[in-house]
């Protein structure tokens, strides 16, 4: 049974950063494309980010390119997202999800439980 484990979710202070882990118990991780998304409470699901199964390429959304970074190690199947210069407007759950494909948008098959971020002003 595949499962995605959130962690590091937290509360924080603007402008403070948050370490976020992604624990895959996937076969073959290496097989998958990862991603991040988030959804604030009364909003739609957002696409935070995603990374190839090599890492050699990652992609953001626009509110956080510049500040967030997502990466990943294979042999750990992990992958990470680490957020920096947080906002009070990045508060949201945000979930790991695995993708087997790289297409454009990202359709993951397979979703975590989700891990809340806070960030207070």
């Known amino acids: 049974q595949v499962q995605l484990v959130e962690s590091g979710g937290g509360l924080v202070q603007a402008g403070g950063s948050l370490r976020l882990s992604c624990a895959a118990s996937l076969r073959t991780f290496s097989d998958y494309a990862m991603a991040w998304f988030r959804q604030a409470p009364g909003k739609e699901r957002e696409f935070v980010a995603r990374i190839s199964r090599s890492g050699g390429n990652t992609y953001y959304g626009d509110s956080v390119k510049g500040r967030f970074t997502i990466s990943r190690d294979n042999a750990k199947n992990t992958v990470y997202l680490q957020m920096n210069s947080l906002k009070p407007e990045d508060t949201a759950v945000y979930y790991c999800?695995?993708?087997?494909?790289?297409?454009?948008?990202?359709?993951?098959?397979?979703w975590g439980q989700g891990t809340q971020v806070t960030v207070s002003s």
């Open positions: 999800a695995a993708d087997p494909s790289w297409g454009n948008p990202p359709r993951p098959n397979y």
